[in-house]
Every structure is written in C-alpha cells, then in structure tokens.
C-alpha cells in the first residue's frame, strides 16, 4: 500500500521561507516521478514541480519564478520542496504526489497522471 505524507507547512510572513516535506511508502524501485500540487480556496488545483526519482531530473511549473527547490533524500524516502521569497498568493493546500514513471523523458505537473496523493499541508503567507 502506498502512503504519501505532507508535513511542514505553516505560516510565514511575506518574503520568508518554509520547507515541505514529502515522506512516501510502499513504492518498490526507483521507478517513479514525485510532484508537487497547491490548491489555493476557490481555485483549481496547480501544479509546482515534480521529480523523477531515478535520475533525479526535475521540472518546474511557472508558479515558481525560481524561488523553490524541489529536492529528494533517496535513504529517507522523502521529497522536499524548499520555497523562499514567499508572497500572499503562495497562500494553499500543499499536496505530494506520486506515480509511476511515466514514458515520458521528464516528469509531469498534470495532475490527472498522479494517482497517490497526501492529505496536504496549509501553506499560509501574511503580509
């Protein structure tokens, strides 16, 4: 059975810094890309990074504008996305993903190829 887990979020002031954690199991192998999600109240859910897990290739969404970092521990089974310079509307529902590695040469931020999910940790920005 595959578990994922979200855990660091919380709330910052404008221009801080938080790091999410993402703590998987039950996948076997290495074959698998990880990502990242938010869902901010009354929006659609988008995505942020991803990570494919053998190699270590990554991607980022255009949400990011170079202030996140997606990176992983291969001996902790978990993903970190480090994000600094936050704002207001980074303001939302962190979720991890996982899925098998797709055919694809890199990982993907569409939402509808993961198909395990984390419960998701609130990310609160205040100006």
């Known amino acids: 059975q595959v578990q994922v887990v979200e855990s660091g979020g919380g709330l910052v002031q404008t221009g801080g810094s938080l790091r999410l954690s993402c703590t998987f199991s039950g996948l076997t192998g290495e074959a698998y890309d990880m990502a990242w999600f938010r869902q901010a109240p009354g929006k659609a859910r988008e995505g942020v990074s991803c990570?494919?897990?053998?190699?270590?290739?990554?991607y980022y969404g255009p949400v990011v504008q170079d202030r996140f970092t997606i990176s992983r521990d291969n001996a902790k089974n978990t993903m970190y996305l480090q994000m600094n310079s936050l704002k207001p509307e980074d303001t939302a529902m962190y979720y991890c993903?996982?899925?098998?590695?797709?055919?694809?040469?890199?990982?993907?931020?569409?939402?509808?190829?993961?198909?395990?999910w984390g419960q998701g940790t609130q990310v609160t920005v205040f100006s």
């Open positions: 990570l494919r897990w053998s190699g270590g290739t990554k």
């Open positions: 993903a996982a899925a098998l590695r797709s055919m694809n040469p890199i990982c993907s931020i569409v939402e509808h190829q993961y198909n395990y």
